[in-house]
Structures are given as C-alpha cells and as structure tokens.
C-alpha cells in the first residue's frame, strides 16, 4: 500500500509560515493498494489539494472514502471535492452509524443553504453512503476492520490489509484510563483491546494532539498524547508510527524537537520501531510484511449496519431480583440487540463476567451491596458502566447511572443504547412529586379520562394553533402512566407513555415551560416524540390547575421547527389556560 497524506492538522486549519513544513491542512489521506484500489480517510481541508490532483489524472475517477467522525476537521473538506461534481464518477462513503442520524443526513448538515450554496443532491457524481458498526468488511482487495474510539462523538478507527501489509488509522482517539495515559500503569482492559487493534501494523496513523505535559488539562477532550501513542506502538509491536492531527499551536519547530527527543529515546532503549511527525505531501510506500492479524475478543462480524443499534456482540450482565423488572430490563436490552446475560447469585455473576466480559451492568441495591458482584465488576475495567435499577436515585451510591421504575421499554432502550455507547443520552423524565396520590384522585374526580372530544374544548385548542400558528395544540391531562389529550389539534393519537411526556415536566415545576428548540435541549433530544413522530422542535406548556391546587394536565403548544416565544405569547397563552381550568372546575362543581 501507498500511503499519502493531505493534511495532518488537528482541529483547525494553521496556515502560516510557522507550519509550512508539516502542514497547515486538517486530515486527509489518500491510500492506494498494488493494484489500484483508491481509499481515502477522512475529509478535512486536505481533501481539496487531493481532489485537483485526482481530477488532473483525466478519465472517470471511483473510489472510496473512511470517515472516522464527523468533527469538522474531518468532513470540511467534503463540499469541496471537486471529483464529487463530475458525472460518471462513483464514490462510496462510510463511517460511524450514529443514534439519530444517517452519515448523508450528517455530512448533508454542513451543506445546509446557511453555510453552503449547493446541497449534496446537486453533486454529480453517483455517492453511496454506508453506515459502519465494529466489525468487517471488503472494500475490492481491502480488509478493512472497524473499532470505536475513545472520543467525544461516536468515532471509527480503521485497520486495512492488502498486499501483505497492514495500515491502521486511530484519530481521533484518547486513552480509556487516566493511568495508562499517563503512563503510571500498563495496558488493561480497554486500552489493552485498543493495543489488539493496532497489534502488528505495519504503519500506525493515530492521534497524537498533545505532549505529555499538555495533556492533563486536556484530559477529556479525546485526544492522545505523544509519549502514550510511542508507548503503544512499542506494546503493540508497531513497526511504524506517525504521528498526526498535530496541534494548531504546534509549530515546524516544536514539532522537530518532539520527534527528536522521542527518538532519543527510543535508541536509548534500543527499540525497533520508527516515529516520524505525520507532514503534508509526504508519501510512504508500506512494504508487506507477515504481519500479526488483529486479536480480536470477538467474533469476526460484519461492519455494515443493516439495523438500527450499532451494539451486536456485546452483553449486558443483569442482576435484578425482581422477575417482572429483571424481564422489561432483558427485554430491552435483546431489542437492542444486545446479548442479556441474567444471574441470580454473586458465584453465577462472577463466572459470567468471567466468561462474556459485559460492556454493561445492570444491577440492582442487593447485588450493589455484595462486594463480590461490584468487585468483579469493577475488575473489567474502571470505566464499565454500572446502573442500578430502583425506586429512587441515592446519593450515596456511587454507579455510573440509575434506571428508576417504572420505566417505559422505549426510555429503557435509548438509555441502555447510550449506556454501551458511552454517549451522555438527553432524555429526562419528569420527576413524581409527592403529591401525586392526590393529584390523581383530584385529575379521576373529573371523571373525564377516555371521554369523548367536546367542541367546548376542541375550541380553545383550535384558537390556540391558529393564534400562534403552530400545527399542534392540545389540553393534555396527566394520568398515573400516560398522558391522555382531552383535546388535540393536529396530533395522530389522543397518549402518550409518561415517560415521554413534555407536559410531565409543567405539571411537576407547576410552571409554564418554553423549549424554542428540543434538539439543544438536555432533557428533550433523545424523546422519541423528538426522534420519532410527531417529531417534536418546539414546546410551549402552560399549567392546568384546579382550585384544589392540584395541577392536573396542560394547555400546549407544539411545532415541528424550533421557534422563538416572547412573553407576550406566553401572557397569551395565560389566558387560553384559565378559560380551560374554568371549564375543568365547572365540571367538579357539577360532579360534586
Ligand atoms: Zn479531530
Ligand atoms: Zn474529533
């Protein structure tokens, strides 16, 4: 293989005279095999000065392009790959699947008129995109196997053998554990299953933004340091090493002292393996060699996403002892597809865990009290998400999340997906209050739950879309696992779960509540009424209360855009709610 590469900068494009040698473009490389296979990873501002010289080649131009993530330093380039706008050309595009959206929806995003004059449908040439999961696959002559990185957003690292050699790219990538990073502890665990990725190679392209010094105050951003990626090479038996997605602040000559003073080092302790700063332009011809397959843990499996989840292979250790909690916890966990490993004894979990390492622990207090299971556990690895399943959240235990109950199977599902993906997952449920059995009993007085529609509502409901000019309004009452609409405007069906409830959140603060957009929103943008129908952009809530006190439901406003809402609207909407809460006490005086 043939190794070129177009841009080596990490984050931001750094021109100027301070980078001319190593290069000032962010990442890009182009890789050829013997017999003319032509890969390209990743997309940053190097893609361009690659496009011009493909485009100069003549004739029709196919190939295929690695994306690890779609942080801008790896995909800016992509609107400016001149080979895109010639017809006849073919081009196949992979990366990461993430939860919410495609790769095309994703790359699209940058391409949206405010930031770009033409959209990807405009590109001439004929693009496939292909979502990847870890596994394998075969791109012509190419093995390509895929691995997540340690990094903020879902990333791929990428290990490619053709002609009897080995080329693997980790960017961007930080260490799983503090200590390895650090170099206070050897590989384990995560690290070490990285290290199986890279074992062998003979050239590794891997992250390697700051120096050892630098990184403590940059632990957390996803990035590797120098002296740890050397370590690495040297534990994973590495024949060559670049270095690369340099930082914007290191210059031609920093750069030059690092490699410098590395390789000092490596002499000294008489090691084989060679450490070159990743610069643009260069090329290097990688020689075949017998080189060491990756150790994988797992079955080899295909890299193609064809469903949803991106977590086969992995189990979840489940020790709960309620059965019908233990069962919804199982169930979910399948549907993600997901390997649920139950046990009932601490002896039955410590072979278990033993034997199918799992990439998540879902436990509950009795087995969180039994040193044996947690210590078994911890054992894995530091980082292995442990959740206690309970009624309520404590304080003073110390585990990675908590799943209270109940719990709808869809909030189970996005939680447990976020858990193994080790992604933050943006939906929160509304709390219960403590006067919920008296809301309750105030809401079931009314005598109004799975009633018929009544033109004395559907009017206010109505007055409410128009006024505001939004698809969808509704006076939402708030039931113990549901929220039933006795009005609604615009919505497919009269409930909602719960835990998906919007107008939970109102009725608990007992506040009127504005999200202008639910995708900035912490709470809101993994709600699958956010994701999924009827694709919730925009909320506007206001308290329906009894003269009890009782907050019972919602006058609501809902849109399929974000929005802006003034208080003007919000005095407006005031005035729709109290004519509801009129209606709602006539009927309890009528009833009493
Ligand atoms: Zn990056
Ligand atoms: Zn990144």
Redesign the pocket.
């Known amino acids: 293989m043939r190794v070129q590469f177009w841009g080596a900068r990490g984050s931001i494009p750094k021109p100027g005279p301070s980078t001319v040698r190593y290069g000032g473009n962010t990442l890009c490389h182009e890789i050829r095999t013997a017999r003319g296979t032509l890969v390209i990873i990743d997309c940053g501002t190097g893609l361009h000065g690659l496009g011009l010289k493909l485009l100069s080649g003549g004739g029709s131009l196919s190939g295929h392009i690695l994306i690890s ?1 779609t ?1 801008w330093d ?1 995909i800016q380039g992509v609107p400016f790959f001149a080979p895109f706008f010639v017809p006849g050309n073919k081009w196949d595009i992979y990366g990461p699947k993430g939860l919410n959206q495609s790769l095309r929806e994703t790359l699209a995003g940058q391409m949206q008129h405010t930031y770009f004059p033409i959209t990807p449908d405009e590109f001439g040439a004929a693009i496939s995109y292909h979502d990847l999961l870890e596994g394998t696959f075969e791109i012509d002559d190419i093995k390509v196997t895929t691995r997540y990185l340690n ?1 903020p ?1 879902l990333t791929l690292g990428y290990r490619l053998e053709a002609d009897g050699s080995t080329v693997v790219y980790c960017c ?1 990538h930080e260490p799983f554990s503090r200590e390895v990073a650090e170099g206070r502890r050897g590989f384990s665990g995560l690290d070490q299953h990285h290290a199986d990725f890279v074992e062998g190679a003979d050239l590794l392209i891997h992250d390697a933004q700051y120096t050892a010094a630098e990184y403590p105050s940059k632990a957390g951003w ?1 990035h590797s340091s120098i002296e740890f990626v050397v370590r690495l090479a040297q534990h994973a038996n590495v024949k060559r090493v670049v270095l690369t997605h340099h930082d914007p602040m290191r210059t031609d000559e920093a750069l030059d002292g690092i490699v410098e003073k590395i390789r000092d080092g490596l002499k000294a302790s008489r090691s084989t393996v060679l450490v070159s700063a990743a610069t643009e332009g260069e090329a290097i011809e990688v020689a075949s060699s017998d080189a060491l397959p990756a150790r994988s843990s797992r079955e080899e499996s295909r890299a193609m996403a064809s469903v949803k989840p991106a977590l086969s292979q992995q189990s979840v250790l489940i020790k709960v002892a309620d059965v019908k909690v233990a069962t919804a916890v199982g169930n979910a966990v399948r549907a993600e597809g997901l390997r649920a490993n139950f046990c009932s004894s601490a002896e039955t979990a410590r072979k278990l865990i033993e034997q199918d390492p799992p990439s998540l622990a879902i436990i509950d207090h009795a087995a969180a009290d039994d040193d044996r299971v947690l210590g078994a556990l911890r054992a894995i690895k530091d980082e292995l998400p442990i959740v206690m399943v309970a009624a309520h959240e404590r304080q003073e235990v110390d585990v990675t999340d908590w799943l209270t109950t109940p719990f709808t199977d869809s909030y189970a599902r996005t939680k447990i997906r976020a858990w193994v993906l080790r992604e933050a997952c943006r939906w929160i449920r509304a709390p219960i209050s403590e006067n919920e059995p008296a809301r309750l009993r105030s809401l079931r007085e009314l005598n109004i739950l799975d009633t018929e529609p009544e033109e004395r509502f559907d009017r206010i409901t109505r007055v409410a879309a128009a006024l505001f000019n939004v698809p969808m309004a509704t006076i939402t009452l708030l039931d113990e696992s549901r929220q039933w609409f006795k009005s609604c405007q615009g919505t497919a069906g009269r409930e909602d779960p719960r835990d998906a409830s919007f107008c939970a959140h109102v009725v608990y603060n007992r506040e009127p509540m504005v999200v202008v957009d639910t995708l900035r929103d912490e709470r809101f943008a993994d709600n699958p009424l956010v994701l999924g129908g009827p694709r919730i952009r925009f909320y506007a809530g206001y308290p329906v209360t009894l003269s009890d006190g009782c907050c019972i439901g919602t006058l609501c406003l809902l849109d399929t855009r974000p929005r802006t809402f003034e208080a003007i609207d919000l005095k407006q909407l005031r005035d729709l709610a109290l004519i509801v809460m009129e209606q709602f006490q006539a009927l309890k005086v009528g009833h009493a």
């Open positions: 993530h942080h790896h990094h957003a961007d996803g």
